[in-house]
């Protein structure tokens, strides 16, 4: 049984302008996100800045999302780190606070073999129940999981479930669905390619832009598997000018600024991360403005 089907949002973390967490406002963007529809919450994730994170704030997030989300909506905690034994200790923490499951990326910078991805996900695996989602994110980390290691994983490893694929090749993507004949559930990593890896038996997203427009995000996807391929894929091409201006900076810079706009978040970044170029404010404004959004 799948995780969740539908739309996943990758959180933006609050943070207050000392660049603490601000977890009364996470808790109230859990809140959020049940209220819009929002299939799944994944916290922890690229877009939740987790990289800049403490292992004590990291937990402590996980277990704020947790317990605010009730069991009213799935929770997915990002665990993934280029160290198998953090990746171990993140997992298994995280599992304590009853999340229903654990997102993965895969290690960056000192990278690994295909082999060593195997391992790696075989090493996390064998300490913690909750089923896993593989993170597929080679812009990020340089490393690429090929379809062939995927399908291997998810045969012969038993809590990996499911793939994030953000690699943006829709070709890598019909390749794994292929090989994997039904074995992996798959979420697309790009909002902007939901429908097309859908149509390849994807079943769902894991989005940065459901941050901002949750409700749309869902519908996106539960138009498809109603069958109303026209309704989700008008949908989709509505969305494209905005998604692309939420990617026009590293994500979540945009995002984190789309938030604050809307009155969700004070957009704080935390270093490196910097504030948006004023030019990218106008376009990310207009694009807003243009999909309907008022703020």
Known sequence: MAIFKGSGVALVTPFKEDYDIDYEKLRELVDYHVEHKTDAIIVCGTSGESATMTVEEHLEAIAVVAEQANGRIPVIAGTGSNDTQTAIELSV???????????????????????????????????????????????????????????????????????????????????????????????????????PLMSLGGIGVISVTANIIPDDTHDLCQKFFDGDIKGSTELQLKAIELCKALFCEVNPIPVKKATELLGLTNGVVRLPLTEMEEANVERLKTAMKNYGLEF
Not at 121 to 145: H, K
Not at 151 to 178: F, R, Y
């Open 93 to 195: 923490e995280a599992e304590k606070c009853g999340v229903d499951g654990l997102l993965m990326v895969t290690p960056y910078y000192n990278k690994c073999t295909q082999g060593g991805l195997i391992k790696h996900y075989d090493m996390v695996s064998s300490q913690v129940e909750t089923p896993i989602i593989l993170y597929n994110v080679p812009s990020r980390t340089g490393l690429n999981i090929l379809p062939a290691t995927a399908v291997k994983m998810a045969k012969e490893i038993e809590n990996v479930v499911a793939i994030k694929e953000a690699s943006g090749n829709i070709s890598q993507v019909a390749e794994l669905a292929s090989l994997a004949d039904g074995c992996i559930d798959i979420y697309s990593g790009n909002d902007d390619q939901i429908v």
